[in-house]
């Protein structure tokens, strides 16, 4: 018997494209805050730097890497996986091209507060809908299947992926702080059980 709570696919979807687009954005408001960005995007600006090429598609590759790490934890990625490294590499660079430097200290520190709230929603929507996470987030939840505390693993991903964007370069900063000691709790607070997500 079909569940009534259970939202249809199509706007799930939707929604989880969405997300990953906030997601893209976020982490875009942070690059232009010039305050440091999420581990990831230390490795990834970083990466592009070492690479010559620009952000979005650093995040490409790296979602790629992150995705066949997840499958190997047995957290295989779903096509909306997929999808979603191509829609935030896209993301991060439209928002980069329409949201400009800035140089006050107040200018930097709302685009770095909204990039860090952004950023935490669409994680937590993305997980909420149900329809496939995002690459990093895989791998957190199967380390969770393996008894791992959401806070525990969480900071744990952060920490590998900080430590190899410091060796190639990538922008670290008091962002990059925040979000590793913020994510971790936010995201136990805020992670919808399995039987509360729109897919349930």
């Known amino acids: 018997m079909s569940n ?3 939202v249809p696919v ?10 990953i687009g906030l997601i893209g954005c976020g982490v875009a408001l942070m690059i232009r805050a010039d305050w440091g960005v999420p581990p990831n995007d230390v490795m990834n600006t970083g990466l592009a730097d070492r690479l010559g090429i620009g952000v979005g598609l650093a995040s490409w590759l790296t979602a790629l890497v992150a995705m066949v790490l997840a499958a190997s934890l047995g957290r295989r990625p779903r096509v909306t996986t997929f999808v979603g490294g191509a829609v935030i590499g896209v ?3 439209l928002a980069l091209a329409l949201v400009p430097d800035v ?22 929507g ?23 505390g959401i806070r525990v693993a969480r900071w744990g991903i952060e920490g590998v992926l900080l430590a190899i ?5 990538g922008e670290v900063g008091v962002g990059t702080v925040l979000f590793v000691v913020g994510t971790g709790p936010v995201l136990a607070l805020t992670l919808p059980r399995p039987d ?5």
């Open 4 to 6: 009534p709570r259970t």
């Open 103 to 124: 140089e006050s200290s107040v200018a930097k520190t709302v685009l770095l507060v909204l990039g860090l709230g952004i950023i935490w929603v669409g994680v937590t």
């Open 126 to 148: 993305v997980v909420a809908t149900d329809v496939g996470a995002g690459a990093l987030e895989l791998i957190m939840l199967a380390l969770a299947d393996r008894g791992v």
């Open 196 to 200: 509360a997500r729109l897919g349930a």
């Open 10 to 19: 199509a706007p799930r979807v939707a929604l989880f494209l969405g997300c």
């Open 91 to 93: 993301a991060i660079t």
């Open 165 to 169: 964007g410091v060796l190639l370069g």
